[in-house]
Nanobody, 124 residues
Framework: QVQLVESGGGLVQAGGSLRLSCAAS????????MGWFRQAPGKEREFVAF????????VYPDSVKGRFTISRDNAKNTAYLQMDNLKPEDTAVYYC?????????????????WGQGTQVTVSS
């Protein structure tokens, strides 16, 4: 069992930055690949970033590539999402997720555990 708790969301102006954190419980954090997803009101939950167990591989959709950076610190049981040059269309609730056997990084169904989400609001 893994429990995930996100933090770091808030209100920021367009062009600004935020850093989200995802703290995991348990001693097997390094056994899980991690993903970040977001969900805006009335929209489907969408993939934002993926990082492999050891951190060597990262994947982003075109919508955030070059602006968002996912990372992890396995010694601290924490994953991060650095978000730069934020845009109003980035406004959403952001969720971190952990998956033991993630094959299709972009699919929310591949992940076993989810955090409660943190709100990110970008004003124009």
């Amino acid at each position: 069992q893994v429990q995930l708790v996100e933090s770091g969301g808030g209100l920021v102006q367009a062009g600004g930055s935020l850093r989200l954190s995802c703290a995991a419980s348990g001693r097997t954090f390094s056994s899980y690949a991690m993903g970040w997803f977001r969900q805006a009101p009335g929209k489907e939950r969408e993939f934002v970033a993926f990082i492999s167990r050891g951190g060597a591989m990262t994947v982003y959709p075109d919508s955030v590539k070059g602006r968002f950076t996912i990372s992890r610190d396995n010694a601290k049981n924490t994953a991060y999402l650095q978000m730069d040059n934020l845009k109003p269309e980035d406004t959403a609730v952001y969720y971190c997720a952990a998956g033991a056997t993630v094959v299709t990084y972009t699919s929310k169904y591949e992940y076993d555990y989810w955090g409660q989400g943190t709100q990110v609001t970008v004003s124009s």
